[in-house]
């Protein structure tokens, strides 16, 4: 993909970088020994003998499983004398036991450890993570990745703040938050795709009133509305308020504006726009559901679109979140996906370092291409899947506008229960837009307070 696909999330990610920065300052030294680099390193595979490396994904679906699939094969014909023994589990199942698995005794060899406060940040201060900088030294990630990327994985020992510190982790694919659509629905429907959020809006009111789902919605893991509550945020606040809020450098969780998004999100449940009983259904479900028919419209990450072009073919669009204005730029959340990281108490840390340098190569972003996934770094091939063309070009479209925004489950460790919670009473209409908005600024406030 042209280099140009890249720059504009690299210079976002910069600047929430930077933010965070200003809004923290580093916090008194940890009361667990932090993880320590090792003291030499080896990149010769060959001589570290027969090894099993153990490997925990969140890799399941489409393209995100081929091209692991692809990798750990090709890794095992370079290295014959490694088995890579593959632990594969949902997004949410693997933040629900990976900390069990780390402060086990045989913990796995490398990991997906997500990103922000409640996952990293915390395995870090922990001592579960193995800092990398003598294994970026060996393989050169700093020259192969922009800093803005590399930061984003970067966390200080004593797990305070994000974006700085040392790295821990490092991403093989880029990914959105966007909208996808049913194209034969709305062409039944006579709808054009939307333009502006009142288009939208009026296209679910349509597809209601016809007796269609409009917004394919699976919630029971709270994250989900968080996710939707953000597009809703970005469309009402812009871009570098949310920043500085997720960040810690300004606004609160009860502006206006905040409070306004989460009375849209309100407003749709109450209306029917949502999935019946969506509290109910579970996230991955979501995207096989909308495959099957259910829903016009469904929010969801880049991360689905391999495995929904296999299954809808031509059938399925993806664009960014409808402008606040026509021709407005766009903000939604983004920006690259899980770490790879190593474990503090791995036995084959130099050979877990070169699988992780191996599958996040030059190489390795053509064979996501390949597989219908979005790299986090150009490749020197083309998709060819109809779906990931749209998913480039709307990836082209945000880098040209600066216009990724952090995750908000970034903003605290117990974001995701402290706000997904009430606004999962918000959806089933138990919660006002005010009571949700209040739970997610207490949350906060409490977490700076302890920095």
Same mark, same amino acid.
């Given at each position: 993909?042209p ?72 890794f ?56 990398l ?15 803005g ?17 040392? $790295?821990?982790?490092?991403? *093989?694919? &880029? ?7 049913? @194209? +034969?629905?709305?062409? !039944? #429907? ?22 269609e ?9 709270? $994250?989900p509305?968080?996710? *939707?509550? &953000?597009i ?6 812009? @871009? +570098?308020?949310?920043? !500085? #809020? ?9 502006d ?48 689905w ?17 409808p ?11 983004g920006?690259?996906?899980?770490p ?45 899947k ?37 606004l ?8 006002s ?12 406030t ?6």
């Amino acid at each position: 993909m042209p280099t140009l696909m890249r720059r504009g999330t690299v210079a976002a990610a910069a600047v929430l970088v930077t933010a965070l920065a200003a809004a923290c300052a580093p916090g008194s030294s940890n009361d667990k020994p932090a993880s320590k680099a090792p003291a030499a390193v080896s990149t010769d595979v060959a001589k570290a003998g027969n090894v099993t490396l153990t490997v925990w994904d969140q890799e399941v679906q489409g393209g995100l499983k081929e091209q692991i699939e692809k990798l750990n094969a090709q890794f095992e014909a370079k290295y014959p004398n490694v088995k890579i023994k593959r632990v594969s589990r949902s997004f949410s199942d693997l933040q629900k036991t990976l900390r069990l698995a780390l402060s086990g005794s045989n913990p796995p060899d490398v990991v997906e450890a997500n990103q922000g406060y409640a996952s990293m940040a915390q395995y870090v201060k922990d001592g579960m993570l193995l800092p990398l900088g003598a294994y970026d030294q060996a393989y050169g990630w700093s020259k192969r990745y922009p800093k803005g990327l590399l930061d984003l994985n970067s966390v200080t020992k004593d797990g305070k703040l994000i974006g700085s510190g040392d $790295l821990y982790g490092v991403s *093989l694919n &880029g990914e959105i938050v966007g909208l996808y659509y049913n @194209k +034969e629905k709305l062409a !039944k #429907l006579g709808i054009q795709p939307p333009k502006t959020w009142d288009e939208f809006e009026q296209a679910l009111a349509t597809a209601k009133g016809k007796g269609e789902v409009p917004i394919a919605f699976g919630n029971l893991e709270k $994250l989900p509305a968080m996710q *939707l509550y &953000g597009i809703l945020q970005d469309a009402a606040t812009g @871009k +570098e308020a949310v920043r !500085k #809020l997720v960040f810690g450098s300004g606004g609160s969780w009860t502006d206006g504006p905040n409070v306004q998004a989460a009375q849209k999100l309100a407003d749709w449940a109450k209306k029917g726009y949502l999935t019946k009983d969506s509290n109910a259904v579970k996230w991955d479900d979501t995207p096989v559901n909308f495959a099957k028919g259910e829903g016009l419209f469904m929010f969801g990450g880049t991360w689905w679109a391999p495995d929904l072009n296999d299954r809808m073919k031509d059938k399925v669009g993806f664009m960014l979140p409808p402008a606040p204005q026509a021709g407005a730029p766009v903000a939604t959340m983004g920006g690259e996906s899980l770490p790879w990281s190593i474990t503090s108490k791995s036995k084959h840390a130099d050979v877990a370092a070169a699988y992780i340098n191996f599958i996040t190569s030059p190489e390795a972003m053509n064979v996501a291409v390949q597989a219908g996934s979005l790299p986090v770094l150009p490749a020197s091939t083309e998709p060819d899947k109809p779906l990931m063309k749209e998913v480039s070009a709307a990836w082209a479209e945000l880098s040209k506008n600066d216009g990724t925004t952090p995750y908000i489950d970034y903003t605290t460790p117990t974001f995701t229960d402290a706000f997904g919670g009430p606004l999962q009473g918000l959806v089933a209409g138990k919660k006002s837009a005010q009571d949700a908005m209040k739970a997610a600024q207490d949350d906060y406030t409490a977490f700076q307070k302890k920095k």
